[in-house]
């Protein structure tokens, strides 16, 4: 399947349109682009003074869409990966939503962090920007993350509990479930997991939750396709 979702689509606007046009079937208000360029600034205003780094944790790791200068893997403490942010266009439709993930509070987090080229952070970062906060979903934070050459500064993306899509914590049968049948405009959401699981085993992370998800969601695949 094409990517839908890359460094082209982003940087002219293309996502954003989408999101426009189906506003008046999902009721969801993406933010202009003046209300992003406001909150980028006063986001940047705050970064590191040097090595910028952006910490992925779901489709960051397999489709950064940034030009970077090093990856590393990383560890972060104070969240954890979840499936708790329901889609009802990217990646599923309002009657049958998809699941992404977010970083919800506590535990914590193993993925890849990118270190954005020197001189050229805040161009960068508004690439990840507008993918990431288009709507109300993630809040920007900045973070340390543990590499194997020790820590960085990171900003990631955690869950906006007051988002109307955050569903919380639901249990495994009904996660399972809605990764095997929702599909929208970027894919699928049971090839979001699949990527996001085999990437994260070629960067030798181990997360036995999202392992146990990829095999649920295969059965549950293969006795709809017996129905």
């Not at 919800?104 to 805040?122: A, Y």
Request: some cysteine.
């Amino acid at each position: 399947m094409t990517n839908k979702l890359n460094r082209d689509s982003i940087r002219n606007g293309e996502v954003y349109r989408m999101l426009k046009q189906q506003q008046h079937v999902t009721n969801i208000r993406p933010l202009t682009d003046a209300e992003r360029a406001t909150a980028l600034d006063a986001f940047f205003a705050d970064s590191p003074t040097h090595d910028m780094w952006v910490f992925g944790y779901g489709s960051l790791i397999w489709n950064p869409a940034i030009h970077y200068s090093e990856k590393r893997t990383a560890r972060i403490w104070g969240y954890h990966r979840s499936f708790c942010l329901q889609t009802p266009l990217g990646r599923g439709t309002p009657e049958r939503p998809g699941l992404v993930l977010a970083l919800d509070r506590g535990g914590s987090c193993n993925g890849i962090v990118f270190k954005l080229p020197e001189g050229r952070e805040r161009d960068e970062l508004s690439i990840v920007w507008d993918r990431e906060m288009a709507l109300d979903s993630y809040a920007a934070v900045w973070v340390s993350a543990m590499t194997p050459d020790g820590p960085v500064n990171a900003v990631t993306f955690v869950i906006n509990r007051t988002a109307e899509r955050y569903v919380g914590r639901l249990r495994e049968d009904s996660v399972a479930e809605h990764l095997a049948t929702a599909e929208g405009y970027l894919g699928s959401s049971a090839e979001y997991l699949e990527n996001t699981v085999e990437h994260l085993r070629a960067a030798g992370i181990h997360d036995r939750q999202m392992f146990r998800l990829q095999q649920l969601v295969r059965v549950r695949q293969a006795h709809g396709a017996n129905d």
